[in-house]
């Protein structure tokens, strides 16, 4: 099945932040032909089942482009986001968001390849739940699609109690190649869909 495109008009609108204290912000935004923003309703469908517990958790954002996941759970509470971004322009562009925002001591960046988080969740605290999310670019899904299914199993594995994944991925991505396949709860919001998986998902 053909992957489902996205106009680009859409794909270099700047995200902003949909709801909590940083409601209405812009983000910092370089269009890359591989950053591809969630839609605000992707988003607004994936917080709201999430729901209140997002306070607190640890964010990781892998493949985290313009950042709109990870700096909309700040502003919903979390207590601190971890971005993973191997497109340096884009990288720093979430620096400058951060700063913009005034949320540099909850942020960091970590410019490098998402796949290799695989390998270093042994690097992350484990004191509070984490919210991960992976939502790489849809081409990804088929072209590396068993590094992203190993990326997922790794964060199963590693997470704390509590913790929750969020995978995003278009239609055309068969979610029985997760990890669990019966413990997600999936949303289709055409052309994407979401997959959830652990204690946060009310």
């Not at 940083?22 to 983000?27: D, E, I, S, T, V």
């Not at 993973?84 to 960046?109: I, K, M, Y």
């Amino acid at each position: 099945m053909p992957r489902p495109s996205r106009p680009v008009s859409d794909a270099a609108a700047p995200p902003r932040i949909i709801g909590g204290e940083l409601r209405g912000r812009r983000l910092e935004f370089v269009p890359h032909e591989r950053t591809r923003p969630m839609k605000d309703r992707v988003r607004e469908t994936l917080f709201d089942l999430l729901g209140p517990t997002v306070r607190g958790t640890l964010v990781l954002d892998l493949f985290a482009g313009s950042g709109a996941l990870g700096f909309e759970a700040l502003s919903r509470g979390a207590a601190r986001v971890v971005f993973v971004e191997r497109h340096f322009p884009t990288a720093d562009a979430l620096g400058r968001s951060a700063r913009g925002l005034g949320v540099t001591d909850r942020v960091e960046v970590r410019p490098g390849d998402a796949f290799a988080w695989a390998r270093r969740l042994a690097e992350l605290p484990t004191g509070s739940p984490w919210l991960a999310f992976i939502a790489p670019p849809w081409p990804l899904l088929q072209e590396r699609a068993a590094d992203v299914v190993a990326l997922v199993a790794a964060l199963d594995e590693a997470a704390p109690p509590g913790s929750t994944l969020v995978v995003e991925s278009d239609v055309a991505f068969d979610p029985a190649a997760l990890p669990d396949p019966g413990g997600w709860e999936h949303r289709a919001i055409p052309p994407a869909v979401l997959h959830l998986h652990g204690g946060l998902v009310s």
